[in-house]
C-alpha cells in the first residue's frame, strides 16, 4: 500500500505524548499557542474539507475528508487512486483498491486517534516539542508517546485561527504533505459517510488526480 493511507491517517495520528517533556521543551508564549490550538480543535463538532496530498516524488492526489467528533472519519481519495479510511468510533477500516484488500484495526491501534478524542488535550495526550512562528501561521512539531517513527507537523493559520495543512515525516525522513482546501466545520454530515462500503470501480482508469487552481492553496 502506498505511504498515502498511513501519511493521511496519521492527520489525527495517535499522538498521545509524554506531558512532562513537553511542558519543559516549551516556554510560556508557546503554551499559550497550545492551548488555542487545543480550544479550537476541542470546538470542532464537525469538518468537512478537500484535500491535496503531495510526496517527495512528485506524486500529488486529491480527496475528501469528513470528520465527525467524537470518533468518526471518512479520508477518501478521487480516482483513479481508489484508497478508504473510515473509523466507527470502535474500529478503523482501510480499504487499498490497489490490492482489493481491506483491513479492520482497533481504534486503539489506529492512526486516527487525535482528533476524534471526546477532549483533545496535548499537554497530556501528546508531546508537542515545538511550536514555530512563521509569517500568517504556527507550526507544531509533535510526537506519538514516548517517541516512535514518525512527527507530524500541524499547521494553523493565525487569522482566521484554523487548521490549514499537515506534514508527515517517517523514520526515514520521508516528508507527506497534505493541504487541506477550504474546511468547513460546524455543517452537518450525512451519516452513511460513516459507514464502510468497498468503493466502486468507476473512474478506476481515469486521469492522474492534480490539486485544483485554488488561489489560496500553497503548496510552496
Known sequence: MRN???AIGTLAATFVVTANHAEAALNAADRRVVSRVESYLNAIRTLTARFVQAEPNGWIA????YLQRPGKMRIEYDPPHRFLMVTTGRALIVYNGE????MHLPMSASPVSFLLTKRVDLSRNAEVRRVERRPGSYVLTVTKKGGGPATLRLVFRR???GIKEWTV??????AVRVVLLDPLIGHPIDPVKFLFAKPGRRGAKGRRGRPPKVKSMDLN
Open 169 to 174: 515525516i517517517d523514520a526515514k525522513r520521508k
Open 99 to 102: 490490492t482489493d484488500t481491506t
Open 159 to 161: 487569522k482566521p485561527f
Open 4 to 6: 498515502i493511507v498511513v
Open 62 to 65: 486529491e480527496g475528501a475528508i
